[in-house]
C-alpha cells in the first residue's frame, strides 16, 4: 500500500515563503510522477505543479515563478518551495503521485495514490 504524508503547512503574510513536504512509502518513489494541487474554500482541487520522474517539471499558470517543485529520490520525497505567498494561495495542498506516464496531468483523476493534505494560509 503506498502512502503520501505532506508536512510544512501553516499559517503565514502575503509575501512570506513556506516549503511543503510530501514523503511517499514504497520502493518506486524515482518511477513516480508527483504532482501537487489545491484546494481552496470553496472552489475545486486544482493542479499547481508536476515532477516527473526524470526531474522535468511544470506549473500553473498562477504559481509559475514562485513556487518551484522538486525530488530528493533517495528520501522518496518531493518538496513545494512556495515563495511570494499570496492571500489567494490559501488552501488545502495535497500531494499526489502516478504510477506511470509521459505526458502533461493536471487532472486529478489522472493521480493514483494522494495524501492527506496540509492547510496553508496566507494573511494579507
Known amino acids: 500500500q503506498v502512502q503520501l504524508v505532506e508536512s510544512g503547512g501553516g499559517l503565514v503574510q502575503a509575501g512570506d515563503s513556506l516549503r511543503l513536504s510530501c514523503t511517499v512509502s514504497?520502493?518506486?518513489?524515482?518511477?513516480?510522477?508527483m504532482g501537487w494541487f489545491r484546494q481552496g474554500p470553496g472552489k475545486e482541487r486544482e493542479f499547481v505543479a508536476i515532477s516527473w520522474s526524470g526531474r522535468t517539471t511544470y506549473y500553473a499558470d498562477s504559481v509559475k515563478g514562485r513556487f518551484t517543485i522538486s525530488r530528493d529520490n533517495a528520501k522518496n520525497t518531493v518538496y513545494l518551495q512556495m515563495n511570494s505567498l499570496k492571500p489567494e494561495d490559501t488552501a488545502v495542498y495535497y500531494c499526489a503521485a502516478r504510477r506511470a506516464g509521459s505526458y502533461l496531468y493536471t487532472a486529478p483523476s489522472d493521480y493514483d495514490y494522494w495524501g492527506q493534505g496540509t492547510q496553508v494560509t496566507v494573511s494579507s
Open positions: 514504497g520502493r518506486t518513489f524515482s518511477s513516480y510522477l
